[in-house]
């Protein structure tokens, strides 16, 4: 419960320091816990959706969307990429086709 009661003050601090459009995730763990749980499922779902954020619960011993909560994340961070202007002077992305050679524009390397 304790950690559940911080997540108002750990948000707080993200939105302290972190940049403005920064991805947020709550993420309930060690859901095969299922005797020793203090927070509902429900209570969570609401408390993140209060708060604007997607939530997921996991369990690392029962693989119990672990991987979804990264995928989650990457899905998040790449739909801002999308609708973010790229910075001034970034190049797109360059496509290779099989056998063809980086060009090289100098450098250290």
Request: aromatic content about 6%.
């Amino acid at each position: 419960m304790e950690s559940f009661n911080n997540v108002k003050q750990w948000l707080h601090e993200i939105d302290r320091y972190a940049s403005e459009n920064v991805n947020k995730l709550l993420v309930g763990n060690k859901a095969d816990l299922e005797d020793k749980r203090v927070v509902t499922t429900e209570a969570a779902q609401e408390f993140a959706e209060s708060l604007g954020i997607e939530f997921i619960e996991t369990s690392a011993k029962d693989r119990l969307n672990v991987e979804e909560a990264f995928t989650m994340m990457a899905s998040q961070i790449k739909r801002r990429m999308k609708t973010q202007p790229q910075p001034a002077g970034a190049r797109g992305n360059t496509k290779l086709s099989p056998g063809q050679q980086v060009g090289s524009s100098g450098g250290c390397c």
